[in-house]
């Protein structure tokens, strides 16, 4: 299959949000470095939990406040979200080829937002030196994305030398 065919694709950022929303998702970024930013996004969540243009903004301030766990477990929600919209099994280990053809029928856009979040997930988990978890999320990205389209099999080269790297220093 390939990901980068998805013509009149909606994008989560298309998706339509409530006014206030906006509107504090718009407050946070002005404010980004202050300490009043994350509030207006956990009421900015908290009037959307749903929301993927919301889930994106929260991960992007904890991400970029080097908060990983946070932007993990907001990645994870994300996943959740979009995974249940698709008709995915709960577990991104659970995925196959075949469920990824019937979720193109049903959004080719949310299909790509789904298995970018499980490759930034798949980077803080490696970040986070859980090794076992971020490989095993890039193998399983680059088991559905045969063309390598989310670039994952490039990503798990290089932890692939780096983890070698490391074992034939300590060795």
Do not use: C
């Not at 013509?7 to 998706?15: R, S």
């Not at 959740?80 to 080829?97: C, D, K, N, T, V």
């Not at 890039?138 to 989310?150: A, G, V």
């Amino acid at each position: 299959m390939d990901l980068l065919n998805f013509d009149q694709a909606a994008l989560y950022f298309d998706e339509a949000v409530d006014a206030r929303v906006e509107a504090l998702i718009s407050e946070a970024g002005q404010a980004y470095g202050d300490e009043a930013a994350e509030p207006l996004l956990h009421k900015a969540y908290f009037l959307a939990p749903e929301s993927l243009l919301v889930l994106v903004a929260l991960y992007r301030f904890y991400f970029y406040q080097h908060r990983l766990e946070d932007a993990l477990t907001v990645a994870d929600r994300a996943m959740a979200i979009a995974g249940r919209r698709l008709g995915f099994p709960a577990q991104w280990s659970r995925l196959h080829p075949e469920v990824l053809g019937q979720a193109v029928l049903k959004s080719m856009g949310l299909l790509r937002f789904y298995l970018h979040v499980l490759k930034a997930a798949a980077y803080i988990n490696l970040r986070l030196d859980r090794f076992q978890t971020g490989k095993a999320m890039l193998e399983k990205l680059i088991e559905l994305d045969t063309h390598d389209r989310m670039g994952a099999k490039a990503l798990l080269d290089v932890v692939t030398a780096a983890v070698a790297a490391r074992i034939e220093e300590a060795a």
